[in-house]
């Protein structure tokens, strides 16, 4: 029996496909101009320090749609999203940056790791 991506631990994986997707010279993955200045939620204070971290959301998101198919960029910002706390008030959760999330769909959509479901509704 072969292995699937929900028999590797799912930080391995991730790491590897972020490899790939970096160093793909066939269907490269194009980093966007505002990567290294963007934040990936509003309430983030600094954007990542990892100067890699885009091809690794890139890759966590698809193993997410490989596993659980059919996952919008709403579902994507509530799994990134965290609490939010400023100053002395209680923490709220806040979601993560939907433009971000619909950037990598696209270009995930562009490579053809992921498609479009024909039958989707609204």
Same mark, same amino acid.
């Given at each position: 029996?072969?292995?699937?991506?929900?028999?590797?631990?799912?930080?391995?994986?991730?790491?590897?496909?972020?490899?790939?997707?970096?160093?793909?010279?066939?269907?490269? $993955?194009?980093?966007?101009?505002?990567?290294?200045?963007?934040?990936?939620?509003?309430?983030?204070?600094?954007?990542? !320090?990892?100067?890699?971290? !885009? !091809?690794?959301?890139?890759?966590? $998101?698809?193993?997410?749609?490989?596993?659980?198919?059919?996952? &919008?960029?709403?579902?994507?910002?509530?799994?990134? &999203?965290?609490?939010?706390?400023?100053?002395?008030?209680?923490?709220?959760?806040?979601?993560?940056?939907?433009?971000?999330?619909?950037?990598?769909?696209?270009?995930? &959509?562009? $490579? &053809?790791?992921?498609?479009?479901?024909?039958?989707?509704?609204?």
């Amino acid at each position: 029996r072969s292995a699937t991506v929900k028999d590797v631990p799912a930080a391995s994986f991730v790491s590897a496909l972020a490899k790939h997707f970096k160093d793909d010279r066939k269907n490269p $993955m194009d980093l966007p101009d505002w990567h290294d200045i963007v934040k990936t939620a509003s309430q983030k204070e600094l954007s990542p !320090y990892s100067k890699d971290w !885009y !091809y690794i959301r890139a890759a966590s $998101m698809a193993r997410k749609i490989y596993i659980r198919g059919g996952t &919008g960029v709403c579902a994507f910002s509530k799994i990134y &999203g965290q609490a939010n706390k400023r100053s002395v008030t209680k923490a709220h959760f806040e979601r993560s940056s939907r433009g971000l999330i619909r950037h990598i769909l696209k270009q995930l &959509g562009e $490579m &053809g790791v992921v498609s479009t479901k024909k039958d989707k509704k609204g």
